[in-house]
C-alpha cells in the first residue's frame, strides 16, 4: 500500500513545537498498516522537522537555544531581503534537515517512548507550513 497526503500545520512561533498528534490525524491509514514507513518531507526552506524528547518542555526551549548559539542573527548574512531572521533560519533548517522517516509497525508509528516529530520553526512569523507525508507498507492482515 501507498499513501500520500498533504497536511497544512497551522502558523506557530518561531520554536521548536511537538506535531506528531497532527501528523498521526492528517494519516489515518497507518492504523491499517502492519510493516511500513512513514516519510514526512516539509515544503519550506526555513523551518524543518526532527524527531526527539516528547515529555519535558524545557528540551523545546534549550533547542531554541542551542540554534541561536550556532546561528546567531548577527553573522554579515547578504541575504536580508526578508528580514534579519530569514537566513539564519535557512541555515538551522538545513542543519535540522526537511524529512524524518518513521518506521510503521502493527498500526503505529514506533517511535521511542520518550520520542516525538517536532516542527521547527524558525522565523519569527513563519506562517503556515505543508508538510507530505508519504506512507508505504503492507496491510494488517
Not at 506512507?135 to 492482515?141: A, C, F, Y
Request: glycine share 10%.
Amino acid at each position: 500500500m501507498w499513501v500520500q497526503r498533504t497536511l497544512t500545520l497551522r502558523s506557530r512561533p518561531r520554536g521548536f513545537h511537538l506535531v506528531t498528534s497532527e501528523i498521526l490525524a492528517g494519516i489515518p491509514e497507518i492504523s491499517s498498516v502492519d510493516t511500513g514507513l512513514l516519510h514526512v518531507f516539509i515544503q519550506h526552506t526555513s523551518a524543518s522537522l526532527t524527531i526527539n524528547e516528547n515529555a519535558d518542555p524545557d528540551v523545546r526551549v534549550d533547542f531554541e537555544t542551542a540554534m541561536n548559539h550556532a546561528v546567531p542573527e548577527s553573522l554579515p548574512y547578504v541575504h536580508t531581503l526578508e528580514g534579519p531572521d530569514d537566513m539564519p533560519a535557512h541555515v538551522k533548517a538545513s542543519m535540522m534537515g526537511a524529512s524524518v522517516q518513521i518506521p510503521v509497525g502493527g498500526g503505529r508509528l514506533l517511535l521511542g517512548t520518550w520520542q516525538g516529530i517536532y516542527l521547527c520553526e524558525h522565523r519569527d512569523h513563519g506562517g503556515a507550513r505543508r508538510v507530505v507525508m508519504t506512507l508505504m507498507g503492507t496491510s494488517v492482515p
